[in-house]
Each structure stands twice: as C-alpha cells, then as structure tokens.
C-alpha cells in the first residue's frame, strides 16, 4: 500500500511526502511469528521478569511482588526484584521504581525488608515516640523525657508524652 500526503500549512509548497506500509509477514495482535533476529524480542518491562523461554506476550511476564520492586527491563530472575528496605514497604504488584516503597508512618518502624503493608510496620512502645516517618529500627523510638510518659503506643510527637501530675514524678 503507498499512501501520497502533502504536508499541511506554510510547507505545502514542498513536493509530496510518500508513506509505505507494509504488511509485516506473521504479525498477530500478542506476537510475531517468522522472527529472523534477536531484536525482534521485546524486553519485559520494569518491575517485571519471565523466568522460561520462548515467551509470546507481555502476559508471559511476571509481575514483582509486593514490598519489592525493579527498575531495570529484560529480567528472567525473580531474585532480579529488590526487597524495600527496612522502613518502607510497598503494596504494588510489579513496582517498577524504588520510590513506590513508602515510608512507614511516624510513631512505627519495620526492622525487616520486604514488608508488603504499612500494617506490618509496628508501633513504637508506651513509653516512646518516633518523630519521622520510615524508621528502621525500634531504636529510632526515642523514650519520652523525664517527668514525661507515655501510656499509648505508636506515638509520634514529644507532646503525646504526658506530664506526671503535680506531686508526682517519673
């Protein structure tokens, strides 16, 4: 099939521009048979991998699972995608990007990598308080000062650490 088109507005003046579609022999609408080169493969996308060969579709290709992503395409491992680390986790299939791992919220930590729910971030003991979020490690839950406490976990300010009443002290 040859198509003839003028380039529309000021270039008009120019000769016309000739397009060629060709039918590509073997081309479906999931995969090309009768493939002669190497190029004709197409890499899986990012956050995802194809551990077999002779894949035919981009459904062949695996997602990531949650709390892990992958930036790079034309993975075949599933070792290939990259836990969150401690502190974030994420809820995406087939994350293609480190930044979709979220911080666990303020007052929690997680000390384990992976972690595929912000429910699995645990909060910091009474007692204590964790100002930023994405905390790594119990550690970073900092005991509320003396003459403070604090008698609910997962708090995340100095001011959820409660005076001790006239009197009394701690």
């Not at 590509?24 to 080169?37: A, E």
């Not at 699972?65 to 969150?84: H, R, V």
């Not at 299939?93 to 911080?103: A, H, P, Q």
Request: hydrophobic share 30%; glycine share 10%; charged share 20%.
């Amino acid at each position: 099939i040859l198509l003839r088109r003028s380039l529309p507005g000021w270039l008009s003046h120019l000769p016309p521009v000739f397009f060629e579609l060709r039918q590509v022999s073997g081309w479906n609408d999931t995969h090309l048979t009768g493939s002669t080169s190497v190029d004709d493969c197409i890499s899986c996308a990012a956050g995802k991998f194809a551990p077999t060969t002779a894949n035919n579709a981009s459904s062949d290709c695996i997602d990531c699972a949650k709390g892990k992503y992958l930036e790079t395409q034309g993975n075949s491992d599933e070792a290939a995608c990259l836990d969150c680390v401690e502190g974030k986790y994420s809820q995406m299939l087939g994350s293609s990007n480190e930044s979709n791992c979220l911080d666990c919220r303020a007052g929690t930590y997680s000390e384990r990598r992976g972690v595929s729910s912000g429910a699995s971030c645990i909060a910091c003991p009474t007692g204590t308080y964790a100002l930023a979020a994405g905390n790594a490690n119990s550690t970073d839950c900092i005991s509320c000062p003396a003459g403070r406490y604090a008698p609910t976990t997962g708090n995340n300010a100095t001011a959820d650490c409660i005076d001790c009443e006239a009197g009394k002290y701690v």
